[in-house]
């Protein structure tokens, strides 16, 4: 996941030789980050007096010379860093030399299409009249758990269990997980503990529209770690519909069940 970690701190504070120091530290730890495939960009910026501040209202163009608002700490850079989650991104903002004077915040970075479908979350009415069921022998749980960690905005809804009633019929131990609710970016799915009788195929299969090669790349990389290509929870399609080159607005998929 994509964290930007942004540089705050008052420029008053800071000596000369302390500003050299710390811009020779940060340059080490960029390059430290980069050999451990964490750092995407970083850079330091300019003094806030350089700074133009631009608002247009009813049409109209204003410009203010200075930053946004008058604080007491300034912006003065920012990491864009790739970490698993939060602690990690956390962990490389302790390593920053500015932390030493100033403050690190840390945001996770929200690509166009989590923000809009979290804005169709927010503004339009949830109404799904179909909804995919996946059929598992008895992974179903397992499976979700990947798939909701594997795509970002993606949630876990309701798990239900077997009862006693009807084990001559299905087979399966009481309080065993019989559905899984979940959602991938917006698009709800069942997981259904059904048995051995059926096995994914190819099918059927569901589209992943990416941005970018990277992100192809990404998903491609994420469901056949730690197993083959053709496991019980993932199918990966094969030859030239692998992988695309892509260029946003044309953009690209990746089939996967």
């Not at 710390?22 to 964490?38: D, F, N, P, W, Y």
């Not at 179909?130 to 309701?158: G, H, K």
């Not at 094969?238 to 044309?250: D, E, H, K």
Request: with cysteine.
């Amino acid at each position: 996941m994509k964290y930007m970690l942004l540089i705050y701190s008052d420029e008053a504070a800071w000596k000369n030789q302390e500003r050299e120091d710390c811009c020779a530290e940060s340059t080490q730890l960029i390059h430290q980050l980069q050999v451990e495939g964490r750092d995407l960009h970083s850079s330091p910026l300019h003094s806030v007096v350089t700074a133009t501040s631009v608002r247009v209202r009813d049409g109209k163009r204003l410009l203010t010379d200075g930053p946004f608002a008058e604080t007491y700490e300034q912006l003065g850079g920012y990491f864009l860093v790739n970490a698993k989650e939060l602690d990690e991104a956390i962990a490389i903002s302790e390593r920053i030399p500015s932390d030493r004077k100033g403050t690190v915040e840390i945001r996770p970075v929200m690509n166009y299409r989590d923000c809009l479908q979290i804005q169709r979350r927010n503004t339009m009415p949830n109404i799904q009249l179909v909804t995919p069921c996946l059929w598992f022998d008895e992974q179903a749980e397992a499976a979700t758990r990947f798939y909701t960690a594997v795509f970002s905005n993606s949630r876990i809804i309701n798990i239900t269990r077997y009862g006693e009633a009807g084990q001559e019929i299905h087979g399966k131990p009481a309080e065993a997980v019989m559905t899984v609710a979940f959602e991938l970016y917006g698009q709800p799915f069942t997981a259904l503990n059904g048995g051995s009788m059926f096995k994914f195929n190819e099918a059927i299969s569901f589209q992943v529209i990416c941005q970018a090669q990277e992100e192809v790349d990404d998903y491609w990389k994420k469901p056949s770690t730690g197993g083959d290509e053709t496991g019980p929870a993932v199918r990966l399609a094969q030859g030239s519909i692998r992988r695309f080159l892509a260029n946003y607005p044309q953009n690209s998929a990746g089939d996967a069940q």
